[in-house]
């Protein structure tokens, strides 16, 4: 099949779990990784040494491991860089996930400082959006009396970018929007939107979380106007750990910005009278950071940059066409998002008529199969297309063929189960 990995074998023996099997002897069919990526061999090892020989705190031990631990930490910011593309290590922030990241920027803009939303602004999101990019602004525009827009999309799973000119004005203060859609798979046109919201002056957020698994992402090498001001993505997706999320943003912009917690690390001079931060990065690490966290998410970048990210990509478009004209042929399923693998990731949400999503992967879960089975926190995509919730595949660069045949075979059989043929 034109596209997958060529030594996609060699890489399923880099993730120990993909051995196992489960209780009936049944091989594991991991079609989850849009919620959680498996882990490296590589990963794991690294973060074991880390705690059986380097473990101590970071920036504050002036001992050999306070040292070495925090040079390794350092290190997984240079690498994180590099495999964002970032113009600079210090615009690299670590925090606990995603939804951290993003909530990080929402209360940021609610307190002081130049970016400050206030009563009349506007803060523009999708209906697409996981609900960790929608809440947080949602409670920003609550508190203020700012106003929170979105845009639609339509029925094929696109962006409606019909009514960009209404929804981004004078008054738009924040434009976000995540890059790969979690339910829909749709791949947003970040570009386009960044240059109309950069042309009134407006924030760009990006939600990376789906991106950076699989596209390569080089912020550097990206046109001015068209690069977000601040993105995040998390971890645990892109073969990490959890517990480590990073929020990247322009220099300029994470230094108008003020803390999001206060305490040890993030201060320059502390005095009962008042205190000063520091500059980027430390203004926003609070605290004892995530360190094997970090040093897990270093190695877990190392390994998908040596496969290489357009390879990646490549073999999660040839993995996803693959799946959904499998798909084509289950009677009664439905794909919630677009139908074309050139413009869309891995996560393929589907209906079964006459079957309830949590029913399907029950099914799918006694025969070796895991996938995710409800809204995928994106309610409102799914109210978007009448039905409460869904069930998802999603693929990665270790999904093979044949484990997309097994699940074909089992969605059949899943309707003879129940009895609707």
Known sequence: ??????DLEVIRKDFPILERTLADGRPLVYLDSANTSQKPQCVIDVMVDHLEHHNANVARAMHQLGAEASEAFEAGRDKVAAFIG?????????TKNATEALNLVANTLLWAGPRRI???DVVVTTEME??????????????????????????????????????????????????????????????????????????????????APQLAIDLAGMPEDERPDLMVFTGHKVVGPTGVGVLWGRREVLDELPPFLGG??????????????????????????PIVEVVGLGAAVDYLGAVGMDTIHAHEQAITRYALEGMRSVKGLRVLGPLDATQRGGAVSFEMEGLHPHDV??????????????????????????????????????????EIDAL????????????LD
């Open 361 to 402: 992967s029950q099914v799918l879960d006694v025969r070796g199969i895991a996938v995710r089975a409800g809204h995928h926190c994106a309610r409102p995509a799914h109210a978007r297309f009448g039905v409460q919730s869904s069930t998802r595949m999603s693929s990665y660069l270790y999904t093979t063929p044949a």
């Open 86 to 94: 970032a113009p600079s290590r210090d615009e690299v922030i670590f």
């Open 130 to 211: 996981h609900h960790s990019n929608i809440v947080p602004w949602q409670m920003l525009t609550e508190r203020t009396g700012a106003e929170l827009r979105w845009f639609t999309f339509t029925d094929e799973g696109h962006l409606d970018l019909s009514q960009v000119d209404e929804l981004i004005t004078e008054r738009t203060k924040v434009v976000t929007l995540t890059w790969v859609s979690n339910m829909l798979g749709t791949i947003n046109p970040i570009a386009e939107i960044a240059r109309r919201a950069h042309q009134v002056g407006a924030l760009v957020v990006v939600d990376a979380s789906q991106a």
């Open 408 to 419: 074909i075979e089992a969605l059949n059989y899943t309707r003879s189960y129940f009895k």
């Open 118 to 120: 206030v009563e009349g």
């Open 1 to 6: 099949m034109d596209g997958l990995l060529p």
């Open 264 to 289: 040890g690390e993030m201060i320059e001079t502390v005095r009962m009278e008042g205190s000063t931060y520091a500059g980027i990065p430390h203004k926003f690490e609070a605290g004892t950071p």
